[in-house]
């Protein structure tokens, strides 16, 4: 243990200065050049998350991804939608199974107690997945707002390309569908 403890402070330090070392080598206009193409292309990830925070979809459209839109304002409309349907569901069933122990005639006259019950346990169940969804699709909008604006300095490669091919079986002649990664020079 011993040992552990007086390699710790060794390693640490060493890490160190071989860091300000590779710092020290590099030309300062080479860092500044960098800087003003990372500048003129980055997104700032804090906007993006903010505005996904207000308005889902909103942090999409900062960052220009405009494809991502429907897709965060369907996946959390649609969660939303499923609670309303789901409590609603539930308030009918809670309403025929008050009936049914009041004696009362019910909107299912053919489900006994136990079947209300348990019909509402579901639909009581199928509203919380609803709930926990749409709080995992909001994160998620805002997650992918914040990343995408992390990675706008990186350009896309207008060489590097996947495309979809037709290849064949040299042995059965065989027709297949598949992916092609390129690169071109």
Do not use: C
């Amino acid at each position: 243990m011993k040992k552990v403890l007086f390699f710790i402070p060794l390693f640490t330090f060493s890490f160190y200065f071989s860091q300000i070392k590779d710092i020290q080598a590099i030309d300062s206009t080479e860092i500044s050049g960098t800087i003003e193409k990372v500048d003129a292309y980055s997104r700032n990830p804090t906007k993006a998350a903010l505005y996904s925070a207000i308005l889902p979809g909103l942090g999409q459209y900062y960052n220009k991804k405009y494809w991502k839109i429907p897709i965060a304002l369907g996946l959390i409309g649609g969660s939303i939608y499923a609670i309303n349907f789901y409590s609603g569901e539930l308030s009918r069933f809670k309403t025929a199974y008050i009936e049914k122990l009041n004696g009362q005639a019910s909107e299912f006259p053919t489900l006994s107690k136990e079947r209300l019950a348990a019909a509402m346990d579901e639909q009581r169940r199928n509203r919380d997945y609803a709930v926990v969804f749409t709080v995992l699709f909001y994160a998620l909008n805002i997650l992918d707002a914040t990343v995408d604006a992390h990675l706008s300095p990186f350009e896309n490669d207008k060489d590097l390309s996947f495309e979809p091919i037709l290849l064949q079986n040299p042995v059965t002649s065989e027709n297949k569908i598949g992916l092609s990664l390129s690169y071109k020079f």
